[in-house]
């Protein structure tokens, strides 16, 4: 079946690094643009990133533009997302979500999520 | 980017109807026909019901229909039953292949 499988998620201290992955499968991962999208404790979902069907344009909300990429391997079936210099308000738990339609801005398939405590 | 506007809860009772606004602005919802709305149970991942401001997605009762006027789209809940009590969040593009989400509403079913 289409499935979205998030991992990489944990604790990390503030201005250290972490890099999550989503492996995709049931799909042709290929065609499909991806995001990223968080949601911190007990709050609303936030956009975070989007990448195109092959790689080649990344777009990223203000909030983390300049510390994380985003990126993806269509041989792999697997997005990535490195986050750098982080910060307590990236504390969130992680999606990673298939875009589809006009600009790829619905997410028709979602994770279960990874969560990403950044804490001393 | 800015986040949409929508209540922080809304409540009803079973068989009845509710909507949930959505407010931006003419740089999000107002310009693009693409709003779409996800319905999120406690410790579960968000479920698309709604996209494209009105269609909805294979499998998603009839009962969830949205609509639009200028900056505001909707989300209405006709039959309500108890298994749709949860947070629901409207998402519109919002230009530079960039997406807006709103806040999130809170529906109780009384």
């Known amino acids: 079946q289409v499935q979205l499988v998030e991992s990489g998620g944990g604790v990390v201290q503030p201005g250290r690094s972490l890099r999550l992955s989503c492996a995709a499968s049931g799909f042709t991962f290929g065609v499909y643009g991806l995001h990223w999208v968080r949601q911190a404790p007990g709050k609303g979902l936030e956009w975070v990133t989007l990448?195109?069907?092959?790689?080649?344009?990344?777009y990223y909300a203000d909030s983390v533009k300049g510390r994380f990429t985003i990126s993806r391997d269509n041989y792999k079936n697997t997005l990535y997302l490195q986050m750098n210099s982080l910060r307590a308000e990236d504390t969130a738990l992680y999606y990673c979500?298939?875009?589809?339609?006009?600009?790829?801005?619905?997410?028709?398939?979602w994770g279960k999520g990874t969560t990403v405590t950044v804490s001393s | 980017q800015s986040a949409l506007t929508q209540p922080r809860s809304v409540s009803g009772s079973p068989g009845q109807s509710v909507t949930i606004s959505c407010t931006g602005t003419?740089?999000?919802?107002?310009?693009?026909?693409?709003v779409s709305w996800y319905q999120q149970h406690p410790g579960k991942a968000p479920k698309l019901i709604i996209y494209?401001?009105?269609k909805r997605p294979s499998g998603v009762p009839d009962r969830f229909s949205g609509s639009k006027s200028v900056n505001t789209a909707s989300l209405t809940i006709s039959g309500l039953q108890a298994e749709d009590e949860g947070d629901y969040y409207c998402?519109?593009?919002?230009?530079?292949?960039?997406?807006?989400f709103g806040g999130g509403t809170k529906l109780t079913v009384l």
């Open positions: 003419i740089n999000d919802v107002g310009g693009y026909n693409y």
């Open positions: 998402c519109s593009y919002a230009g530079s292949k960039t997406v807006a």
């Open positions: 990448i195109s069907y092959d790689g080649s344009k990344k």
């Open positions: 979500a298939r875009g589809t339609g006009g600009y790829d801005y619905h997410m028709d398939v």
């Open positions: 494209d401001v009105s």
